[in-house]
């Protein structure tokens, strides 16, 4: 259910002003503050603890139990060696330059972007070209980055120059030390020189219990313990496939230049689905049906190569079938993401999903796509979604020797022409020996075209050779007799398979500010008065209660709605302050209350009371009992504001300030 942009009619978005609400109403705050604050750290307030417990319950709500997920809680604390097989060890670092006077970091790969890309804007400038500017990530934005002055390059400059940015995510440190030394490359900031680049591991390292024999570190994400349980859910879910695991829990990484706010922290709530499916047969989904009319604003890979930002608005059933985005799964799950994210209220024009260019995704990556949001810093990634093919369970099987795949019924028995070698026990064991077993293993591993040719020479010659490492010389001979060769038709009535992944990952804080920035408005007036419209299920808290005054007979009333709205499980507040109806109101609107309910001396007589809709501030008057039914059918999101105007009375009164 989306909000109703139509009943705002308030100032441009200013940022500075939200940021003064989440402040003065604790929707989060930095950490440790009276300590100086520690940069990437935030706590959260009442109404931001509220805002993410509604979206994780929506996600859970709209995943989990809408797909019959199996919901997993892993450690945040992993071993070594599991993140060392997974490759986060030695890839999950990012190379980082120190300036020396200033001790300032720089991540190497920017820097020589940064640099580069001021070049060749300047060399439009100077051939008088359009120079486009692209939305930029913020942690560049923020950054003084390098600036472009009017110079014309070389024309091989230029290509070379090109050519380097379009393989800048492929560069080893020697070479971007390389590249920062050809290219003269200095700290944006002041010019100064720059040592050469070191390898800076994102995983907090530490070591579990009191000795150093166990190092360990902190989950980049959650996905490795649900990997690491793979066998223990196919068996939960009676072997039966496809089927997906979930689970939400805090990751840390620790980010070289942590900015944005929420957006780049270094401790952050994640909700991540691994969904695990047969590779044969195109990775179908069974639900596929129910989304493929769904449109999704798609940026595609070509369109970025070209240098723009165009997107396609095409249905997610058209994406899959002109292999746009790769196969079913994905697509599903593409579509599913856009409704989670427009039923919690982003503003749907302000969402779009970014293909990962070739060289931007995991060399095992079959296709991958960002939702990206488009905030006040630019369009930010919020959910990835990756189809990681078989990878994860595939290493994590190699090293630890435990079967991390599926055995399945074939439909049709497979019938396979070999060539099978038989041994005669009674003549080959005295042959042999102790050196039996081995012989008999290197047999087992001929190659069919090799036991083709065999069968020709022991036929021919009576006998043949084959190579057995550490016996014999390396070589041992096999007469016809001790072996025979012959071609028969197996019957296969299983296959085993691994299964392939299709994961998307969710950065709950990226989409709860983004969330915050598409709901936050200003209300026009005397004073500039801040509104967070969130859809009904999603506020913190849904019904303000305030009485006209702080006259005790009002408090029956109070107390009975109170216990009304909590036996429905719905969050209320009562305001009995001195402050005007109207000023209560407006600092509820602060904290995005969509409801309120006034009760006055009308309600001592009648019982009945109003009902007021944050966005418009319109009423309604009705029994108590009526408006009680009205604010569950909003806040379950059957019913619109509009619905509850045409069915109940319109009441006229006044806000007073
Ligand atoms: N430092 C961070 N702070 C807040 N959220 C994050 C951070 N890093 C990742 N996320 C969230 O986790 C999700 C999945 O993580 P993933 O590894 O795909 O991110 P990423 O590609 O490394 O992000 P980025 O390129 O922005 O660093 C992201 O879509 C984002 O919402």
Not at 56 to 66: A, N, S, T
Not at 170 to 189: R, V
Request: one cysteine or more; hydrophobic letters at 35%; aromatic letters at 8%.
């Amino acid at each position: 259910m989306a909000h109703q942009t139509t009943t705002r009619v308030g100032e441009p978005f200013d940022r500075t002003l939200m940021e003064q609400l989440m402040k003065r109403r604790m929707f989060y705050t930095p950490s440790f503050e009276i300590y100086g604050g520690v940069k990437g750290l935030y706590d959260y307030g009442p109404a931001g603890c509220a805002l993410q417990a509604n979206i994780v319950d929506l996600w859970r709500k709209h995943f989990i139990l809408e797909e019959d997920m199996l919901e997993v809680d892993c450690t945040s604390l992993t071993p070594h060696e599991v993140l060392k097989t997974s490759g986060h060890v030695d890839k999950f670092a990012d190379w980082m330059c120190k300036d020396p006077k200033t001790g300032d970091f720089f991540r190497a790969d920017h820097l020589v972007e940064g640099a580069l890309e001021a070049r060749l804007k300047g060399d439009k400038e100077a051939r008088g070209q359009k120079v486009e500017e692209k939305e930029e990530d913020p942690k560049k934005k923020k950054k003084k980055g390098p600036k472009s002055t009017a110079v014309k390059l070389e024309d091989t400059v230029v290509q070379e120059y090109e050519e380097v940015l379009a393989k800048i995510d492929n560069y080893s440190g020697d070479e971007l030390a390389l590249l920062i030394q050809k290219y003269g490359i200095k700290n944006p900031e002041t010019g100064g020189d720059l040592e050469p680049p070191t390898s800076f591991n994102l995983m907090f390292q530490t070591t579990i219990g009191p000795g150093s024999a166990l190092p360990g570190y902190l989950r980049p994400e959650t996905a490795q313990g649900q990997f690491l349980n793979f066998a223990k859910l196919l068996e939960f879910n009676q072997q039966s496939m496809p089927f997906a695991s979930a689970s939400i829990g805090k990751s840390f990484r620790n980010e070289i230049s942590p900015r944005s706010g929420l957006l780049r922290v270094r401790e952050f709530l994640m909700a991540e689905i691994e969904h695990f499916v047969d590779p044969q047969g195109g990775k179908k989904h069974p639900r596929f049906d129910d989304v493929k009319h769904i449109e999704l604003a798609l940026l595609n890979r070509d369109t970025q190569l070209e240098g723009k930002t165009t997107v396609d608005r095409i249905s997610i059933g058209k994406a899959v079938e002109t292999k746009l985005v790769d196969n079913e799964t994905l697509g599903y799950f593409l579509a599913r993401i856009h409704l989670f994210l427009n039923k919690i209220g982003v503003d749907p024009n302000k969402v779009r999903f970014r293909q990962h260019m070739a060289n931007e995704m995991a060399h095992y990556a079959a296709d991958c796509w960002d939702a990206e949001l488009l905030t006040s810093y630019g369009w930010i990634e919020c959910v990835g979604c990756a189809d990681r093919s078989a990878y994860d369970l595939s290493v994590h099987m190699k090293k630890t020797s435990q079967p991390l795949m599926v055995r399945a019924i074939r439909k049709e028995p497979l019938k396979v022409e070999e060539w099978q070698i038989d041994i005669d026990k009674k003549k080959f064991g005295p042959l042999f020996k102790k050196d039996a077993k081995t012989v008999e293993t290197a047999i087992e591993q001929l190659s069919q075209d090799l036991r083709e040719k065999l069968n020709l020479d022991l036929q021919k010659e009576g006998k043949i050779e084959i190579d057995v490492p550490g016996v014999g010389g390396g070589k041992v001979e096999l007469q016809k007799g001790v072996v025979e060769i012959e071609r028969r038709t197996r019957v296969e009535n299983t296959r085993e398979y691994i299964p392939n992944v299709i994961e998307p990952s969710f950065g709950i804080g990226r989409i709860l500010y983004s969330l915050i920035e598409h709901c936050f408005w200003t209300r026009k007036g005397d004073e500039a008065r801040g509104v967070l419209s969130f859809p009904p299920p999603i506020a913190p808290t849904k019904v303000l209660l305030v009485p006209l005054s702080s006259s005790p007979y009002f408090h029956p009333h109070l107390q009975s709605l109170s216990r009304k709205l909590r036996t429905l499980a719905i969050s209320c507040r009562v305001d009995d302050s001195s402050a005007s109806i109207g000023k209560r109101y407006a600092r509820n609107d602060e904290l995005g209350t969509p409801l309120g309910i006034t009760v006055d001396f009308q309600t001592v007589k009648d019982s009945t009371v109003t009902l007021r809709d944050r966005d418009s501030t319109s009423q309604v008057r009705s029994s108590e009992d009526e408006i009680l039914k009205a604010i569950k059918g909003l806040v379950e999101g059957v019913e619109t504001w509009d619905d509850v105007r045409n069915r109940l009375p319109a009441f006229e009164g006044q806000e007073v300030d």
